[in-house]
């Protein structure tokens, strides 16, 4: 929590946006108020978002969280135009928990939605990265606004694997898949077995 503040004072100035009734997310990449520290709240690597080690459970603030989230360099912000405030995240803020397809093949279009009802379809400007780490297997994330990923679970994850393609990128077999007109590269086709 910010120095000196209650728990309500470090949050006073989510009340604004609640009473202008925003939809979506805030402009917050237009606001540049006092840092006043970090407060006592953490998103899981689940998506679960946490204050003072209790989970949020009513979705609708965890919504208007989300709406004044963004990313100052590797730090997570709150923001409104008064204040801004840290938090932590343990992986990516949101979670994609649901896909729709649209199109097949090279003309199709793959479109999430998050635990927080973010819609976002996947081309140029949301794209998908790809990671594999030690024991976790692939860990595929799109992009939903500025520098605020989500991550695709698990069950997804088997989804989207199984409407991959092999499509030769320069001198080697790439596996991946399209949307939006776009081919992600998921790994080398050689290199599938691994997945």
Request: aromatic letters at 10%.
């Amino acid at each position: 929590m910010a120095p000196g503040k209650t728990p309500e004072e470090a949050l006073r100035g989510f009340g604004e946006v609640v009473a202008a009734g925003r939809r979506g997310p805030a402009p917050v990449h237009l606001w540049n108020p006092p840092d006043c520290g970090d407060i006592d709240m953490r998103i899981a690597a689940d998506g679960t978002w946490f204050y003072c080690g209790s989970p949020i459970a009513r979705p609708s603030l965890v919504r208007l969280f989300s709406s004044v989230l963004r990313k100052d360099g590797e730090r997570y912000v709150l923001v409104t135009p008064i204040e801004k405030v840290g938090i932590r995240v343990d992986d990516a803020p949101f979670s994609a928990v649901e896909m729709r397809r649209d199109g097949e093949d090279r003309d199709q279009n793959l479109a999430f939605r998050t635990q927080v009802d973010d819609v976002v379809t996947v081309d140029e400007t949301h794209p998908f990265r790809f990671e594999r780490g030690a024991g976790d297997g692939l860990k595929p994330y799109l992009r939903v606004r500025g520098d605020l990923w989500a991550r695709v679970t698990r069950a997804l994850s088997y989804e989207l694997i199984a409407l991959g393609v092999a499509e030769r990128r320069g001198e080697a077999d790439w596996f991946g898949v399209w949307s939006g007109g776009t081919f992600f590269s998921i790994c080398r086709a050689s290199e599938i077995e691994g997945l």
